[in-house]
């Protein structure tokens, strides 16, 4: 068997016990603590017999990796890596997907904050690379706050190549964002059927590579002299257009 993965926060926890419960193995809450919402976790856990563990802050920091667990940790049973095939059969059942692309953005923060925000606005999968990205650490799902739950979370091997294969098969527009003199306002791009949006880590942007494989360039137009935005802040800025103009077709 496979070694537990550990979800930690309220949020997180809560939304696994609605949305996945035969994966949580063990709870482990923290000793004394005794509120509303805790009370809330304990009851989504009892029809499935769930193992409830009271445990000291110190035990919880250690699974948990950080002292940021909110009192609250689950042992999960691993969830299988969604891959390209997983992707293709998003595509298939659902032919006018709005998928996110993260061309290496390696910190767990801003995975979890972009995840949070793609489920929020409908997004069916987040797409990474599997190197050089930050993956689905507890780190991310706390920061997702249950988001990582309500969205599919595909990691591919090699980015270009399966945008590229998105267009050829499934006539997927891609749509990176990005500084650059041939790009339009992204209020003045069409986001309507099946459509990724890209975007790249806030030092270096998209890759060159992954620059080729978009048929659309957008900015986020802003005043001042503000060059760029944290790429979680951009990632649901573009979002919002996309879904806005999506939901008045």
């Known amino acids: ?100 692309a993260l061309d290496q953005v ?16 409908g997004v069916q999968a987040v797409i990474v690379p599997r190197d050089r990205s930050a993956s689905l650490t ?26 590229a294969h998105l267009k050829e098969t499934t006539h997927t527009r891609v749509i990176g964002t990005m500084l650059d003199e041939s790009a339009m306002p992204i209020q003045k791009c069409d986001f309507a059927g099946p459509v990724v949006i890209v975007m790249g880590a806030e030092d270096t942007g998209l890759r060159p590579i992954t620059q080729a494989q978009c048929d659309h360039k957008v900015y986020i137009p802003m005043s001042g002299n503000l060059q760029s935005l944290n790429v979680s802040v951009a990632t649901g800025m573009a979002l919002y257009e996309a879904c806005r103009q999506r939901s008045e077709v």
Do not use: W
């Open 1 to 100: 068997m496979a070694k537990p993965e550990y979800y930690y926060g309220v949020h997180s926890v809560e939304s696994l016990l609605e949305l996945e419960p035969e994966r949580v193995l063990t709870l482990f809450t923290l000793k004394g603590r005794d509120d509303q919402r805790l009370q809330k976790i304990l009851q989504l856990a009892e029809p499935f017999g769930i193992s409830v563990q009271k445990a000291s802050r110190d035990s919880l920091e250690k699974l948990a990796g950080l002292p940021f667990h909110q009192g609250v940790v689950a042992a999960v049973r691993p969830h299988p890596t969604l891959n390209e095939k997983d992707l293709d059969q998003i595509l298939a059942e659902t032919p006018d997907a709005l998928l996110l």
């Open 106 to 121: 390696t910190d767990p923060h801003n995975l979890g904050a972009c995840i949070r925000t793609a489920a929020a606005m």
């Open 138 to 163: 507890p780190t991310a799902r706390k920061v997702a706050a249950g988001g990582a739950e309500k969205v599919k979370f595909i990691q591919v091997t090699n980015l270009a190549r399966t945008l």
